[in-house]
């Protein structure tokens, strides 16, 4: 002869399932987990402890997706990388190196004479152009020498992830008592 209790009866106060806290009344889980809920704030707090805030958030119990987070994911360069300062430093030892090719030819095809100041000035420049590109050329392939060409691969965008937590609406809480009595 066993009697069998029910230990989650309607006056026993739910839960948290990560604080164990009652106050104030947690949301019931917005995933596939019928039994869990959880507080706002102990969901934003596993939200933030995730590994990878790319990827949509998921209960750790069931593995499905939580209905009342909103996801969004954000790409944005990241000029924190060294790959993308490498891109730039070497555009811009390109770009001085076509600035000194483009002078020296000017200098080459000047038409007033080969002691004018004109082409002295052009000839400076295309001095001072090439040197630079060539310093910065021998700074960035030793960059690549050091590190490899791995470099190259690091990675210009990030993604990172955001999450909006929805309140769930409110369960219509309706004793049996005033059903049997609006069904009269």
């Not at 190196?97 to 000035?121: E, F, M, Q, V, W």
């Not at 190259?152 to 004793?175: H, Q, S």
Request: hydrophobic letters at 40%; a neutral charge.
């Amino acid at each position: 002869m066993g009697v069998s209790i029910d230990v989650a009866s309607e006056e026993s106060p739910v839960e948290c399932y990560i604080c164990t806290g009652s106050e104030p009344r947690p949301w019931r889980s917005g995933c596939l987990c019928t039994d869990r809920y959880i507080h706002e704030e102990c969901l934003k707090k596993l939200l933030q402890t995730r590994k990878n805030l790319a990827e949509t958030p998921r209960c750790p119990a069931c593995a499905a997706p939580y209905s009342n987070v909103e996801h969004v994911v954000v790409t944005r360069v990241a000029f924190s990388s060294r790959g993308v300062w490498l891109w730039i430093y070497v555009l811009l030892t390109v770009s001085l190196g076509a600035c000194a090719l483009n002078t020296g030819l000017l200098a080459y095809y000047h038409t007033d004479g080969p002691n004018s100041k004109a082409r002295a000035i052009l000839v400076t420049s295309t001095i001072f152009f090439a040197t630079v590109s060539a310093l910065g050329s021998s700074f960035w392939i030793a960059a690549l020498w050091r590190n490899g060409a791995a470099i190259l691969r690091e990675t210009c965008l990030v993604k990172k992830g955001r999450f909006k937590i929805v309140a769930p609406l409110p369960l219509a809480e309706v004793e049996l008592g005033e059903l049997a009595s609006e069904s009269e």
